[in-house]
């Protein structure tokens, strides 16, 4: 499992979890980052992913925009997770965008919320909404509460849910 810096220098790195079929990768891209991965789940039992991370404490937000993903058609979904340990089946927090399965290019986006609240559990969804690609997201914690968001604009905000 490859681990190591995403960019030089910010605190971030990236390893695979679970397992994946080839090694991922990440890079600084256009002032943004691009992930490739091989992994095929993050929302069942155990996930298979490529994942960049940056360890933390206590509250914080994270916002980002997605542009695209590069398979729609697979249902190929990016954005922020929230986890307690690198193990496949760890509790975490998701929200993330992209493709739902069996949706066409251009169709089918949408942003969703979730939690696995005990190691090895399914995720359960909290919540989910169609929405349209570029699409900003943001993910906050306060103590043990986390909030989701999306926004078309990344100025005015919509709350997804809490857990």
Not at 24 to 52: I, P, W, Y
């Amino acid at each position: 499992m490859p681990d190591g810096p995403v960019l030089p220098g910010s605190g971030w790195r990236s390893a695979d979890i679970g397992s994946v079929a080839e090694a991922g990768r990440a890079e600084g891209h256009d002032g943004g980052l691009r992930v490739l991965t091989s992994g095929t789940n993050l929302l069942g039992r155990e996930d298979s992913l490529h994942f960049v991370y940056r360890e933390f404490d206590g509250s914080g937000q994270w916002m980002g925009r997605v542009l695209d993903t590069e398979s729609r058609l697979t249902g190929t979904k990016v954005g922020f997770v929230i986890r307690e340990q690198l193990s496949s089946g760890a509790r975490q927090v998701v929200l993330l965008a992209g493709g739902a399965e069996g949706g066409e290019s251009g169709d089918g986006d949408a942003v969703f919320f979730g939690v696995r609240g005990a190691p090895g559990y399914s995720m359960g969804l909290v919540a989910e909404r169609p929405v349209r690609l570029p699409r900003w997201i943001k993910l906050a914690r306060s103590g043990s509460q986390f909030s989701a968001f999306t926004s078309g604009d990344g100025r005015k905000w919509t709350l997804l849910g809490r857990v």
